[in-house]
Antibody
Framework: QVQVVESGGGSVKPGGSLRLSCLAS????????MAWIRQAPGKGLEWVSF????????NYADSVKGRFTISRDNANNLVILQMNSLRAEDTAVYYC????????????????WGKGTAVTVSS | SFVLTQPSSLSVAPGQTATIACAGE??????VHWYQQKPGQAPVLVVS???GRPSGIPERFSGSKSGNTATLTISRVAAGDEADYYC???????????FGGGTKLSVL
């Protein structure tokens, strides 16, 4: 079935780095934009970044620009979020999500969500 | 980019109708989508493109938009509808995804 599964979360000190992975299955990976959305404890949803399917078009939220890097490995159906210079305010559950659409067309919402991976930044 | 504003909480008696608003400067020209998130779970899409209903979502969930305010309506509210609800738009000007702050729906 269609699913995405995140991994790589954990605890890290401020200034440290962490690499999140998302393994997608059940759909033609290159047809879809993929994104990361996070949720700080007790807070709302915040978009982090997205990456295009075949064109690798990328954008970031201002809060992570210059510190986080999104990439994808289309051969292995993976989306990667490299997080550097982590801050306490990056503490959150990070969700990997699929932008709805298909081959050659896109919708403006997310239709597949992973269960999330927790990141804690604390000294 | 712009801000999406939702009420922080709403309480509704079982069987009544819940109405959650999402207001924003450019809501009128962007499609609005709604997600339901129950405690400890990932969000689930309940309304797409202002009023569309994804497969598997009950007809009790509906969406509409007027001017710069979008509305999620849940009719015949049941205890299982207790959750946080988020509106979302894709700001095509900045090409960024925006979420409202979320509304916690309590069923009395």
């Amino acid at each position: 079935q269609v699913q995405v599964v995140e991994s790589g979360g954990g605890s890290v000190k401020p200034g440290g780095s962490l690499r999140l992975s998302c393994l997608a299955s059940g759909f033609t990976f290159t047809d879809y934009y993929m994104a990361w959305i996070r949720q700080a404890p007790g807070k709302g949803l915040e978009w982090v970044s997205f990456i295009g399917g075949k064109d690798n078009y990328i954008n970031y939220a201002d809060s992570v620009k210059g510190r986080f890097t999104i990439s994808r490995d289309n051969a292995n159906n993976l989306v990667i979020l490299q997080m550097n210079s982590l801050r306490a305010e990056d503490t959150a559950v990070y969700y990997c999500v699929r932008r709805a659409g298909g081959s050659g067309f896109y919708y403006y919402y997310m239709d597949v969500w992973g269960k999330g991976t927790a990141v804690t930044v604390s000294s | 980019s712009f801000v999406l504003t939702q009420p922080s909480s709403l309480s509704v008696a079982p069987g009544q109708t819940a109405t959650i608003a999402c207001a924003g400067e450019n809501v009128g020209r962007e499609s609005v989508h709604w997600y339901q998130q129950k405690p400890g779970q990932a969000p689930v899409l309940v309304v797409s493109n202002n009023g569309g209903r994804p497969s598997g979502i009950p007809e009790r969930f509906s969406g509409s938009k007027s001017g710069n305010t979008a509305t999620l309506t849940i009719s015949r509210v049941a205890a299982g509808d207790e959750a946080d609800y988020y509106c979302q738009v894709w700001d095509n000007t900045s090409d960024r995804v925006l979420f409202g702050g979320g509304t916690k729906l309590s069923v009395l």
